[in-house]
């Protein structure tokens, strides 16, 4: 009962900020609280520490890495300004600027059935022969979703990180789904794995910069979503706010 109260508090104390920042000169050493979800910040942030660094002189980003679920209790709880998500991320108190779309690839084994197929669609795929991450991150109930839930919910394999998904995979314990960005293996599994893109119904994920509805200093995320969107890698395509 009383976590509303609170919520309604912490609002009116971030505006309260807001003003006294504005009054003592915004832009100077501008504390900004960011989340990243683990199968995206060891892909994108190679691209983006730097450029925001450059392009956002006045911010002192902090910069944290967990699952989905501890990132949207984070927002809403005010102990982090933003966070890059998978959206859309349905809670009345969050919204989002969309930043880029992130096509899935599948992975397996070389020499394997599923690379063989003559057209490559999501309806092939089989939940029950596939490798994904343990519950909470989002990326696993986006794989079941793209497969139909063929085959189930429950997956012949799950592993923590998508690193070691890789090397799963090499082993010939399944095949994946993939995000683009991290679409590259280590030197001693080139020979072992295969990607291959859908020949239709390619499935993507759509990442945005996620933060609360009652955030007073919504031109500085504004700022920071801009700068992430001119910086983006190849492999990954801009979305506009409206898109």
Do not use: W
Not at 30 to 45: D, E, F, N
Not at 183 to 191: A, F, I, M, N, R
Not at 212 to 240: C, D, F, G, N
């Amino acid at each position: 009962r009383l976590l509303p109260l609170l919520r309604e508090a912490l609002a009116a104390a971030e505006r309260v900020g807001a003003a006294a920042h504005r009054t003592g000169g915004a832009g100077r050493g501008t504390s900004l609280k960011l989340g990243v979800i683990p199968t995206l910040g060891a892909y994108i942030m190679l691209h983006l520490l730097l450029p925001m660094s450059r392009s956002l002189p006045e911010f002192e980003l902090n910069i944290t890495e967990q699952p989905t679920a501890q990132l949207v209790e984070a927002l809403r709880d005010g102990t982090l300004d933003a966070a890059l998500l998978s959206v859309p991320v349905r809670h009345p108190t969050l919204e989002a600027i969309p930043l880029f779309d992130e096509p899935f690839r599948l992975i397996a084994k070389r020499g394997s059935t599923i690379l063989g197929v003559d057209h490559l669609s999501p309806g092939l795929l089989c939940v029950c022969d596939m490798i994904l991450l343990e519950d909470g991150h989002c990326l696993r109930d986006q794989a079941i979703e793209v497969c139909g839930k063929r085959g189930g919910i429950s997956p012949r394999m799950v592993t923590t990180s998508l690193e070691t998904l890789k090397y799963l995979v090499a082993a010939g314990q399944g095949y994946s789904l993939i995000p683009a960005m991290a679409s590259d293996v280590p030197k001693g599994l080139t020979e072992l794995v295969q990607f291959r893109e859908f020949d239709e119904g390619s499935p993507l994920r759509r990442i945005g910069l996620c933060f609360r509805k009652t955030h007073t200093r919504r031109s500085e995320l504004e700022a920071l979503a801009a700068v992430i969107r001119r910086h983006l890698p190849s492999r990954v395509r801009q979305v506009q706010a409206n898109g």
